[in-house]
């Protein structure tokens, strides 16, 4: 097991990011229904990867703007 993203899928029902991934080598298809290992309901993989990369993006925009504010602060330091 490899963390390659921060990005964590997530159940439309229970919130929970267990899923009951298909055997290795076969990758979800777009289209495809993943069944959560918590309570069990299918969550449209669609739907999911799309809320997940628009998680993804305020990820990187929250990172953004800490580098800008470290940014801002070392400034004011070097003017003080
Ligand atoms: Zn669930």
Excluded: H
């Excluded at 990758?27 to 799309?50: F, K, P, Q, T, W």
């Amino acid at each position: 097991m490899e963390e390659s993203t921060k990005v964590s899928l997530q159940c439309f029902f229970c919130f929970s990011d267990q899923f009951v991934l298909p055997d290795e080598g076969k990758a979800i298809l777009s289209g495809d229904l993943v069944e959560c290992a918590n309570c069990g309901r299918l969550n449209d993989y669609d739907s999911l990867m799309r809320v997940a990369k628009r998680k993804g993006i305020e990820w990187v925009e929250e990172q953004v703007q800490e580098m800008v504010d470290d940014f801002t602060k070392q400034l004011k330091n070097v003017f003080k």
